[in-house]
């Protein structure tokens, strides 16, 4: 199982809020990253250090990280959001990664 | 806009070895800060931090793969490479080209090639 734990799904409708989680023992100690990943195109990060955003990355989303949970929340989601959220952190000397959550905005 | 481009075989056959290039361009990647990186993914797993390279050649690889991989930078092509040996029908994924920027724990990959599909079958 991954080192980071997220949920496979969620859904949400146009204009909600989409919270997507990543836990792991300890991760408020570490910075998590997140990326949004779409098929055919190059994966985009979305937020980075638990809660800075590239530019280009729209207020919209934000991020946090406290206690043994990271915490991606995109407001006013739109159907454009729809793809695999995966998480990020580093374990000691080594990069890993969360499982992916797969947002559905219905 | 960095960009990142992966280039290499498709397919590659088992106990054989897997060489992929990633081409970035404009700037240089003897950029201070700046490491290079490759990841690979299976869908529907996470994805797997392979290693990554700074333009001086130290390396820093997942342990899992270290007897198994080799990362090597080219300055004078703006390129790095990964090379795989002994692969397997496990190597089968879409591997990616990132830079990595930040620094100790707070490096995050910040630009990424498309990926290139390589699959290990015979």
């Known amino acids: 199982s991954p080192d980071l734990s997220q949920p496979p799904s969620v859904s949400v409708s146009p204009g909600d809020t989409a919270t997507i989680t990543c836990s792991a023992d300890k991760l408020g100690s570490r910075y998590a990253s997140w990326y949004q990943m779409k098929p055919g195109q190059s994966p985009v990060l979305v937020i980075f250090q638990d809660t800075k955003r590239p530019s280009g990355i729209p207020e919209r989303f934000s991020g946090s990280n406290s206690g043994n949970t990271a915490t991606l929340t995109i407001r006013w989601t739109q159907s454009t959001d729809e793809a695999d959220y995966y998480c990020q952190a580093w374990d000691s000397d080594s990069v890993v990664f969360g499982g992916g959550t797969k947002l559905t905005v219905l | 806009q960095l960009q990142l481009q992966e280039s290499g075989p498709g397919l590659v056959k088992p106990s054989q070895t897997l060489s992929l290039t990633c081409t970035v361009s404009?700037?240089?990647?003897?950029?201070?800060?700046?490491?290079w990186s490759w990841i690979r993914h299976h869908p529907g797993k996470a994805p797997e931090w392979l290693g990554h390279?700074?333009?001086?050649?130290?390396?820093y690889d997942n342990p899992s793969l270290k007897t198994r991989l080799t990362l090597s930078v080219d300055t004078s092509k703006n390129q790095f490479s990964l090379t795989l040996r002994s692969v397997t029908a496990a190597d089968t994924g879409v591997y990616y080209c990132?830079?990595?920027?930040?620094?100790?724990?707070?490096?995050?990959?910040?630009?990424w090639g498309r990926g290139t599909l390589v699959t290990v079958s015979s």
């Open positions: 404009p700037g240089f990647i003897t950029t201070d800060g700046d490491y």
């Open positions: 390279i700074y333009y001086t050649g130290t390396t």
């Open positions: 990132a830079r990595m920027s930040g620094t100790g724990n707070r490096k995050h990959f910040d630009h």
